[in-house]
């Protein structure tokens, strides 16, 4: 059975936030800001939305918030072209006077080829917030496996340097919207990619991707020479479906519905969450938002992920 919940309305006050009063009225606010008409309105230029994305992002940095931006987040030494090294910079956020505050990465949308790193908006200011650059393909980034690379990197250093601030390191979440996604499980359930660093995938608190590509990304497929069409679907090593099993971290996944979202993208997510379970998966959940398309499942999709971080979904009804 589907989750189907109408974050994006403020119906879902009686059916979903307000019970056992998990949800905060300013997580309403920042949903109904964010999935606007108007924001929504504007989505024939991508520059215009993402300037509306990062403009809420600011808003919601807390008074208690401490601001560190452009840091490297690979280590000092890392063999790399100037190009690159350049390119692979974060923004982090985090809670001064909170001690042991959960952390999330966020990887930013654009098909890896585009998009810039941007903070979301939460409610929750004292969740600490790693908004990641990292190399694109057809600029820095010669191959898919380069995207991977350096979000693992960043990963890695928030599970390595949150403490040093004052976080939990066991409690760092990775989420991103549409390609961010795809890196998000990518990094969170291939193992290769934080082995690399000294971590695995189960070391982090839950991943969430909203709109991610589960079988191999398009544009990795395209810059590998792939001519076959791009909803041939195809599960390889560079696909989340690959990975699907029992042993992971906890898994949301967040997905428009159709016929709005993108094609063949809900259907790809709920058949990564089935095959989870069926390993035996105890902890992996599929939402769909209604009437949501791709870019609007990102902006209703924060709810949803703000409330997975701080232990407050409420319970799968598919839980046995």
């Known amino acids: 059975m589907t989750e189907t919940y109408s974050i994006c309305s403020i119906s879902a006050r009686s059916r979903f936030g307000i019970r056992e009063g998990v949800m905060s009225l300013a997580v309403f606010a920042v949903s109904a800001v964010c999935a606007g008409d108007a924001v929504y309105d504007a989505l024939a230029s ?189 599960i390889d090593a560079l696909s989340a479906l690959r990975y699907a099993g029992k042993d992971l971290p906890p898994i949301l996944s967040i997905c428009g519905q159709p016929p709005w979202e993108w094609k063949a993208r809900a259907e790809e997510n709920r058949f990564l969450i089935a095959s989870c379970k069926a390993f035996g998966h105890k902890n992996a959940r599929y939402v769909e938002l209604p009437y949501a398309n791709h870019h609007r499942a990102c902006s209703c999709g924060l709810p949803y992920l703000e409330l997975f971080i701080r232990d407050a979904l409420p319970q799968d009804p598919e839980a046995k």
């Open 46 to 234: 991508r520059q215009t939305v993402a300037v509306l994305v990062k403009e809420m992002a600011k808003r919601t940095v807390g008074a208690n918030n401490k601001v560190l931006l452009d840091m490297p987040y690979y280590p000092e030494g890392t063999r790399m072209d100037a190009a690159g090294l350049a390119k692979c910079r974060m923004d982090f956020r985090y809670p001064a006077d909170v001690k042991g505050f959960r952390t999330l990465v966020w990887l930013h949308s654009g098909g890896l080829t585009h998009g810039a790193r941007h903070w979301v908006a939460l409610a929750d200011t004292n969740i600490a917030q790693v908004a990641v650059s990292y190399r694109l393909l057809g600029k820095e980034a010669k191959r898919g496996e380069d995207c991977i690379e350096d979000a693992a990197a960043a990963v890695a250093w928030a599970l390595r340097n949150v403490a040093s601030y004052g976080g939990d390191p066991k409690r760092v979440y990775v989420a991103g919207h549409s390609a961010g996604a795809y890196l998000s499980m990518m990094v969170g359930m291939d193992p290769r990619w934080l082995a690399k660093w000294g971590f695995k995938p189960t070391d982090l608190a839950g991943i969430v991707p909203i709109s991610g590509q589960t079988t191999a990304h398009f544009n990795v497929r395209k810059f590998a020479g792939d001519a076959d069409p791009q909803y041939q679907p195809k």
